[in-house]
């Protein structure tokens, strides 16, 4: 069991509960974006289902079949998160062995994974739902496509695999999922779909067993929360309910206290590149450099696999981080104009941080806009008005990153940790008003840049 969660040692414990009958009704994955919590999720769903004893790792029954495809009537998948990035590396891997018929099945899950956001059982008379059929239907037939032109066996005797006609077909799923993504795919978990899966979750199932999952629970407002006690507190005997988050202090506690904690743990680099070595079908080498990510990626929860998902996106953190250096140091620079102006002292690690962020901003060619507006335009034109889902967040997360990095340097001291709590509490402010409120990055970003300003400068003139 689990023989595909690469480099999480914790596994074990959930084996053992399995194979001891001592499952929980109600369980939480928590760990960091790409360690592994939804593909545990995925296989502990074809697990429960299997009709053969131990459900062993290279079962054919009919329920293992149909979980492998992401097809199986007694798995429900609910909860915001980004599908893009995923889809896109595992397209590039399809397309590099386009005869292997794991890379296929890695890239038909990974916009399966996307397409089960639209079940009907989640969506039936909402109507958003017409606006988004179209773009549902033509995935749908792209993967009936691949599935009845790109898969002869190797040494079936089948046609080889046209490489240009898969690349083709494969970069128009992608221009799909992405706008599919974009335009049915919220920052919360809706109210309404999860009453429709509690509803669905009291059925009886087609086959053994149910499961629910819910990833980034911790998004969900107060109705869904409300939604989702009651049904954690008379769970039916045939479903057993998933939660993902980060961290297990981001949900609740009357939700906590009802669900049995598994762990995942970052991976270490050599773990992390071997799941970007056998998952993706990366040789040693050819996966993107080390640089490719900025330095400290673990203060935005990125990672080296997260990184390397995000380099198939039109805009990638490499992208991102110049951008998010010159928003740092043109509001850091603006502060230090305000206090200087009103006659107060310049504290010592705002100026560390100014000169980091600014030089980071002008190596990737940036320079500090000074202007709030011609910051925000810069911003904006060069992240393509994150439009790409899940770019924002990344972008607020990188903010963080180059924060802590310049606070880190010598000397330490409580100043520098209050000035990171500042920036701490303003971008996650920022967070909540885009990913629970759905405010526009323009008008957040607008904000944002207000209120630290104002804040470091009440700071200096209030140390000082």
């Given at each position: 069991?689990?023989?595909?969660i690469l480099g999480q040692a914790g596994i074990g414990q959930l084996s053992r509960d399995i194979a001891a009958g001592a499952l929980a009704p109600s369980l939480l994955f928590s760990g960091p974006p790409a360690s592994g919590k939804g593909t545990a999720g995925l296989e502990l769903a074809r697990i429960l289902s299997c009709e053969?004893?131990?459900?062993?790792?290279?079962?054919?029954?009919?329920?293992?079949?149909?979980?492998?495809?992401?097809?199986?009537?007694?798995?429900?998948?609910?909860?915001?998160?980004?599908?893009?990035?995923?889809?896109?590396?595992?397209?590039?891997?399809?397309?590099?062995?386009p005869e292997s018929v794991s890379a296929r099945l890695l890239f038909v899950r990974s916009v399966r994974k996307l397409l089960a956001r639209f079940s009907p059982v989640l969506w039936e008379d909402d109507p958003k739902q017409g606006k988004l059929s179209s773009a549902q239907q033509a995935l749908e037939e792209d993967l009936d496509?691949?599935?009845?032109?790109?898969?002869?066996?190797?040494?079936?005797?089948?046609?080889?695999?046209?490489?240009?006609?898969?690349?083709?077909?494969?970069?128009?799923?992608?221009?799909?999922?992405?706008?599919?993504?974009?335009?049915?795919?919220?920052?919360?978990?809706?109210?309404?779909?999860?009453?429709?899966?509690?509803?669905?979750?009291?059925?009886?199932?087609?086959?053994?067993?149910?499961?629910?999952?819910?990833?980034?629970?911790?998004?969900?407002?107060?109705?869904?929360?409300?939604?989702?006690?009651?049904?954690?507190?008379?769970?039916?005997?045939?479903?057993?309910?998933?939660?993902?988050?980060?961290?297990?202090?981001?949900?609740?506690?009357?939700?906590?206290?009802?669900?049995?904690?598994?762990?995942?743990?970052?991976?270490?680099?050599?773990?992390?590149?071997?799941?970007?070595?056998?998952?993706?079908?990366?040789?040693?080498?050819?996966?993107?450099?080390?640089?490719?990510?900025?330095?400290?990626?673990?203060?935005?929860?990125?990672?080296?696999?997260?990184?390397?998902?995000?380099?198939?996106?039109?805009?990638?953190?490499?992208?991102?981080?110049?951008?998010?250096?010159?928003?740092?140091?043109?509001?850091?620079?603006?502060?230090?104009?305000?206090?200087?102006?009103?006659?107060?002292?310049?504290?010592?690690?705002?100026?560390?941080?100014?000169?980091?962020?600014?030089?980071?901003?002008?190596?990737?060619?940036?320079?500090?806009?000074?202007?709030?507006?011609?910051?925000?335009?810069?911003?904006?034109?060069?992240?393509?008005?994150?439009?790409?889902?899940?770019?924002?967040?990344?972008?607020?997360?990188?903010?963080?990153?180059?924060?802590?990095?310049?606070?880190?340097?010598?000397?330490?001291?409580?100043?520098?940790?209050?000035?990171?709590?500042?920036?701490?509490?303003?971008?996650?402010?920022?967070?909540?008003?885009?990913?629970?409120?759905?405010?526009?990055?323009?008008?957040?970003?607008?904000?944002?840049?207000?209120?630290?300003?104002?804040?470091?400068?009440?700071?200096?003139?209030?140390?000082?």
């Open positions: 069991m689990f023989e595909n053969n004893p131990g459900a062993p790792w290279n079962c054919i029954c009919p329920a293992c079949t149909h979980h492998r495809t992401l097809t199986h009537p007694d798995l429900l998948l609910l909860g915001p998160r980004s599908f893009s990035p995923e889809i896109a590396a595992a397209a590039a891997a399809y397309n590099r062995e496509e691949i599935a009845l032109t790109f898969s002869p066996p190797p040494g079936s005797g089948g046609e080889p695999v046209k490489a240009e006609a898969l690349k083709k077909i494969c970069g128009r799923i992608i221009k799909e999922a992405l706008k599919l993504e974009a335009e049915g795919i919220g920052k919360t978990v809706p109210i309404a779909q999860l009453r429709r899966a509690a509803y669905w979750g009291r059925l009886a199932p087609s086959g053994r067993h149910k499961l629910l999952m819910i990833e980034n629970a911790h998004r969900m407002q107060e109705e869904a929360r409300n939604s989702i006690l009651k049904l954690l507190e008379e769970p039916p005997l045939t479903l057993t309910i998933l939660l993902t988050c980060p961290q297990p202090e981001a949900l609740i506690p009357t939700i906590l206290s009802r669900l049995r904690p598994y762990r995942f743990y970052p991976r270490d680099q050599e773990a992390e590149e071997e799941v970007i070595r056998r998952v993706f079908r990366e040789k040693a080498g050819e996966s993107p450099p080390e640089g490719a990510l900025p330095p400290g990626p673990a203060a935005s929860g990125a990672s080296r696999i997260q990184g390397y998902l995000d380099s198939f996106l039109p805009v990638t953190a490499e992208d991102l981080f110049p951008l998010a250096a010159c928003f740092a140091s043109s509001v850091t620079a603006a502060s230090l104009a305000e206090i200087r102006r009103k006659g107060g002292p310049l504290p010592e690690e705002l100026a560390v941080l100014d000169r980091h962020t600014a030089a980071i901003a002008e190596q990737g060619g940036r320079e500090n806009g000074g202007d709030i507006r011609e910051v925000l335009a810069g911003t904006l034109s060069g992240a393509q008005n994150f439009e790409i889902p899940g770019l924002f967040s990344r972008f607020l997360g990188l903010l963080l990153t180059l924060v802590s990095a310049a606070l880190r340097e010598d000397p330490p001291g409580p100043e520098k940790i209050a000035l990171g709590d500042i920036w701490l509490r303003a971008v996650r402010e920022a967070e909540t008003a885009a990913g629970t409120y759905n405010q526009r990055p323009p008008v957040v970003l607008d904000r944002l840049f207000t209120e630290l300003r104002q804040a470091m400068t009440a700071y200096a003139l209030f140390s000082g």
